[in-house]
């Protein structure tokens, strides 16, 4: 499939709704761009998986430790 689409001044480019649909491309977000041979390439960028977030939240700082013996302690039962 081809369509003719201009580069505005600022170098933006509309994607037409027919390649859009073709490609795939349902949503606005992230992609992925690179030059090929003269050509440009567009593509969905990757979900992360679950794994993927390892290590990027960080504990929150003078957190109490819990006793992992004595766990049941730290639970409040009341609103159940």
């Known amino acids: ?3 003719t689409v ?3 001044s600022k ?3 509309h994607i ?3 390649i859009r649909q073709k490609a795939g491309f349902m949503t606005h977000g992230p ?3 690179r030059a090929d041979r003269g050509k440009i ?3 969905k960028k990757k979900e992360k998986s679950f794994l993927d977030l390892a290590g ?3 504990p929150k700082r003078n957190m109490k430790k819990i006793d992992i013996d004595h766990i049941r302690d730290y639970i409040d039962y009341s609103d159940l």
Do not use: C, R, S
Request: no cysteine; glycine share 0%; charged share 20%.
């Open 11 to 13: 170098f933006q480019v």
């Open 1 to 3: 499939m081809k369509q």
């Open 16 to 18: 037409p709704k027919a």
């Open 41 to 43: 390439v567009i593509e």
């Open 31 to 33: 992609v992925v761009m």
């Open 6 to 8: 201009t580069i505005t």
């Open 56 to 58: 990027t939240f960080k």
